[in-house]
């Protein structure tokens, strides 16, 4: 999802991360893409501008981000993981065709859930998976 954030390094000052280059790099990243990116994703887009960059940089500076409420995991599949600087409550469609991730609004979740009352929700995820629009239109499907 796309993030207004007008000072990256504020941002992240304000959720207790300093913010380094690196830092700053992937969270922008993560905050201009519509695309859920992952490691891979992230490590492939900045390698060329930052050599020194590893995977296990990429892939601790997500951790920390997660760990203080700056990005939302997404296990859709088993095989890889996503990341979204988008934390706001939505769900994720994965097209099975093109792979990707697009995010969709949940209007109210309360009627869904009166079945836990008296539990206390710590996390929620919510997918979807089949063929978008697009791949349809394209495939007859
Ligand atoms: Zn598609
Ligand atoms: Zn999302």
Redesign the pocket.
């Known amino acids: ?1 796309l993030l207004k954030i007008e000072n990256v390094g504020q941002y992240l000052r304000d959720a207790g991360i300093k913010p380094s280059i690196q830092r700053l790099k992937i969270f922008e990243i993560l905050a201009k893409s519509y695309e ?1 990116p992952t490691v891979e994703n992230i490590y492939t887009q900045l390698s060329p501008e930052i050599p020194t960059l590893s995977k296990t940089t990429v892939y601790n500076t997500l951790k920390l981000f997660q760990k203080h409420g700056l990005v ?1 995991v ?1 296990n859709i599949e088993d095989n890889e993981t996503r990341y ?1 600087a ?1 934390t706001s409550f ?1 769900g ?1 469609f994965k097209c099975n065709v093109c792979g990707k ?1 697009s ?1 969709f609004n949940i209007p109210n979740t309360q009627p869904l859930i009166e079945s836990l009352k008296g539990s206390l929700i710590t996390e929620s995820h919510y997918y979807l998976k089949g063929i978008c629009a697009e791949c349809r239109l394209r495939t007859d499907n």
Do not use: A, C, K
């Open positions: 999802m859920h939302m997404i979204d988008d939505h994720h991730v995010d």
